[in-house]
């Protein structure tokens, strides 16, 4: 068994037990292994001979974890916040859908199956995510992921495809190009507001190499909308920025930027230059026909074809294609598969999630949200303005990014939309202690709140 196999599995075991007695170390925990994906490396040889499922065990172990402290594990927040709310009625109409359409396909029974699992994780970590440091550490384990995604890319693992990176890093909803490159597009503002709230050097040295990594891995995707993603998460991130750091984040940005063209090569400039030659492309102009289809797909089937049969369907539609093929559009898939009322559901679980966390901005900026926070004696620093902005640019990068690739059932597009779910209750609770009046509080207490009610005591 190779070191890395080993250091898997001390950090698994003892993870999946902390999860029992601490439900959010089984949050965390998910998280990590999510980017990692052991049973596909080649140090999981291991983890396949067991034919141990990891990501369900986590789950199990956190629920676990949740029913033996449920009596004492509440606090301010909903449960059930309103994208949410749409959200899980786009998950059953998704269901539903395999019963009209073009009827039921293994395609469908397994996204179905995924898309229920998925829902599932997304209500867990909104039960277990509803103090700042929660929150903190949950987008600390998500950089620990794509560092090591990142890494991997950096050691040339995976398999390159047409001079790009295709396949073979991360969890399955990377499998190609596209999804890995919106993926690390989404976390580059996670990275940078991480950045200027670490408080050691060694902290921001780590999250600098971390986001050069991930700068790189996005160049040899070679992904053209990956250039999208980056334009619009660029835009929302600069008139996001907290109040009081507006000039250091746009230098940051631009300094930023200007790094990562240094990072480029010939081969990424050559790739990005088709994008104002797209009438001479061929995967541009399939795009263009797939999504024509999708839109005569909801002209037959107004309530959608069936979760999972565009690929298949797209045949009937599209002269002369004798392959399955996929929207490569997030938007025009929910629309060819759910039809109208399920596009609709889409739009308005976003506009409700852009709108919470533009709520939370405005919070940010009316109350005292930057303090120190306490995990097992290890200060860190939380300053709810940073978060706010970082993901909703992340999501908004995301989101323009799936306009040309489909990740509508993917895992890291629900749980940004959990964490945004996540963020707002934070940002209740914050509210809630700083308007506690002056009293002894507890020793926990003192720990969370900000340092202008910390000083007074």
Not at 314 to 333: C, E, G, M, Q, W
Request: net charge positive; glycine share 10%.
């Amino acid at each position: 068994m190779s070191l890395t196999a080993i250091a898997f599995w001390l950090v698994y075991i003892f993870g999946v037990g902390s999860a029992l007695l601490v439900p959010l170390a089984g949050v965390l925990l998910y998280i990590l292994v999510y980017h990692m994906n052991p049973e596909y490396q080649w140090w999981g040889e291991s983890v396949r001979v067991l034919g141990l499922r990891t990501s369900m065990t986590i789950v199990v172990a956190t629920v676990i974890g949740l029913a033996l402290r449920y009596p004492r594990f509440g606090g301010i927040g909903r449960q059930f916040p309103l994208p949410i709310v749409f959200g899980a009625a786009l998950v059953l109409l998704a269901c539903a859908s395999m019963t009209w359409g073009y009827g039921t396909s293994a395609r469908g029974l397994f996204m179905a199956e995924k898309i229920i699992k998925v829902l599932f994780f997304v209500l867990i970590l909104i039960r277990c995510v509803r103090e700042p440091h929660h929150y903190h550490l949950v987008i600390i384990a998500w950089l620990c992921g794509v560092f090591y995604i990142g890494y991997q890319a950096y050691g040339n693992v995976g398999t390159q495809y047409g001079g790009r990176l295709d396949r073979g890093i991360g969890g399955p909803d990377f499998a190609e190009s596209s999804g890995l490159a919106i993926h690390l597009v989404s976390t580059l503002p996670l990275i940078g507001a991480m950045f200027f709230m670490a408080s050691r050097w060694w902290s921001r040295a780590l999250i600098l190499i971390t986001g050069a990594l991930v700068v790189n891995t996005i160049i040899l995707t070679r992904t053209r909308n990956a250039i999208v993603g980056l334009i619009a998460m660029g835009l929302v991130a600069a008139f996001s920025l907290p109040r009081g750091y507006r000039r250091k984040g746009w230098a940051a940005i631009v300094l930023g930027t200007l790094l990562a063209f240094q990072l480029t090569d010939p081969g990424w400039w050559k790739r990005i230059t088709t994008i104002t030659e797209y009438k001479q492309d061929a995967s541009a102009t399939s795009r263009l026909l797939y999504w024509k289809a999708a839109i005569e797909m909801a002209g037959d089937y107004p309530l959608g074809i069936g979760i999972g049969n565009f690929h298949e369907a797209v045949k009937d539609y599209v002269p002369n294609l004798k392959i399955i093929r996929a929207a490569h559009s997030t938007y025009f898939a929910c629309l060819a598969e759910l039809g109208y009322p399920g596009l609709m559901l889409l739009l308005m679980m976003l506009t409700a999630m852009l709108w919470r966390l533009g709520r939370v901005r405005g919070e940010a900026a009316h109350i005292e949200s930057d303090f120190p926070i306490y995990v097992r004696g290890w200060r860190m620093r939380f300053h709810l303005g940073w978060h706010a902005m970082a993901l909703r640019a992340g999501l908004c990068g995301y989101l323009a990014g799936s306009l040309f690739t489909t990740r509508l059932w993917t895992e890291d597009f629900w749980i940004m939309i959990g964490l945004a779910c996540c963020l707002s209750n934070v940002t209740e609770r914050i509210r809630e202690r700083a308007s506690v009046p002056d009293e002894p509080p507890t020793d926990q207490a003192i720990r969370l709140l900000p340092p202008t009610v910390t000083g007074q005591l």
